[in-house]
């Protein structure tokens, strides 16, 4: 489907014989459409280097895949709908016309208690955190283990995929900003190499697991019992990895919107139920890397957008954040050369 067919269904379409009526919020690789009580989840018909949604049937399996992976954490994911089109009708739902798509129905959750919206407006209860924290703890104690080997150069690779975004810090902060992803990069491969046997430890301690990918505020619901979602479906090696890996990612972004002490009851609270995360001093180190590692990844993402962004008030947000985030990471990699 293409954006225009988007809007017409969410304009004109019909679901359960009601007319659709919903508001539309678009990522870089799907749209929602959000309405009273469901919001429906439709895969762009794209590919990149990491995920493949350019034919309707690899849509479908990879809509399949989310259902599954998601429904580990949370009860919000009913089904799988296609989307028919017959005689100018939009349908989500079984009908006669023919399949243009497919859909991830899911329940309509309370936009206001989405966690990065509830950090915006300073009203997180440091209990729900803590709940938080547990449940994410008991997921990964029961997560499938994945065997395998660490990889350096792979390891190096991801981190300096950050110099893709050179180009743009350097026309937008300056010469002297840029060398900060240089300094970055540098310091990541030489961090890789030295703990790579620890690296390689933890993977044999079993601490590899097949866990969310994604755990960022965004993708979290602050309910009296916290509501996880979409995790990451379109690539597994994203999705299976290093338990403080999956950590860092919340604890870092909880950081970013100045929320040290929140980030620090989360780690608190999730070393009470696994412990085993952190068995060696050289652990701790290897934390503060990943939450540079994660630091390093989302500004990236927001630097990347601001590239293709065509409205100048959005993609000043997006330089925004990137650059934000981009500090971070300046901050872990200061920490760490402080603590080695």
């Known amino acids: 489907m293409k954006r225009h067919d988007v809007r017409q269904l969410m304009s004109e379409g019909i679901f359960e014989d009601k007319p659709i009526k919903g508001e539309l919020e678009e990522t870089n690789i799907s749209w929602v459409i959000l309405t009273e009580n469901h919001a ?20 479908k399996e990879c809509c399949q895949k989310e259902l599954e992976l998601n429904r580990r954490f949370s009860s919000i994911y009913l089904s799988i709908l296609p989307i028919t089109y017959d005689q100018g009708v939009w349908k989500i739902g079984e009908g006669a016309g023919k399949i243009m798509d497919y859909a991830v129905c899911m329940k309509r959750m309370e936009s206001a208690k ?34 395998g080997a660490f990889n350096l150069e792979k390891a190096k690779e991801l981190f300096s995929d950050l110099n893709s975004v050179q180009k ?25 190499s030295r703990h790579a046997i620890r690296f390689e430890e933890r993977i044999k301690e079993g601490l590899t697991k097949d866990v969310h990918g994604d755990l960022h505020c965004g993708n979290i619901f602050l309910y009296k019992t916290p509501v996880i979602f979409d995790c990451i479906e379109f690539q597994d090696a994203f999705r299976q990895i290093d338990v403080l890996y999956e950590i860092a990612f919340m604890c870092m972004d909880l950081e970013f919107f100045g929320r040290n002490d929140l980030s620090n009851l989360f780690l608190d609270a999730y070393k009470k139920i696994i412990l085993a995360s952190f068995q060696k001093d050289e652990d701790e180190a290897i934390f503060l890397y990943y939450k540079c590692l994660r630091a390093n990844v989302r500004a990236k993402v927001f630097l990347l957008n601001s590239m293709t962004e065509p409205i100048s008030e959005k993609k000043a947000q997006e330089l925004t954040k990137g650059k934000k985030y981009l500090d971070l990471a300046m901050e872990y990699h200061r920490n760490l050369l402080e603590n080695n």
């Open 40 to 59: 429906f989840k439709i895969k762009k018909e794209i590919r990149l280097s990491f995920l493949d949604y350019s034919t309707l049937e690899l849509r």
């Open 114 to 147: 989405r966690l990065d919206t509830l950090l915006k407006h300073h009203d997180v209860d440091p209990d729900r955190i803590i709940l938080l924290a547990n449940q994410v703890a008991h997921f990964h104690q029961h997560a499938e283990v994945i065997k």
């Open 168 to 192: 743009v810090v350097l026309k937008e902060f300056g010469p002297a900003f840029s060398d900060t992803i240089l300094k970055l990069i540098s310091f990541s491969d030489d961090f890789l």
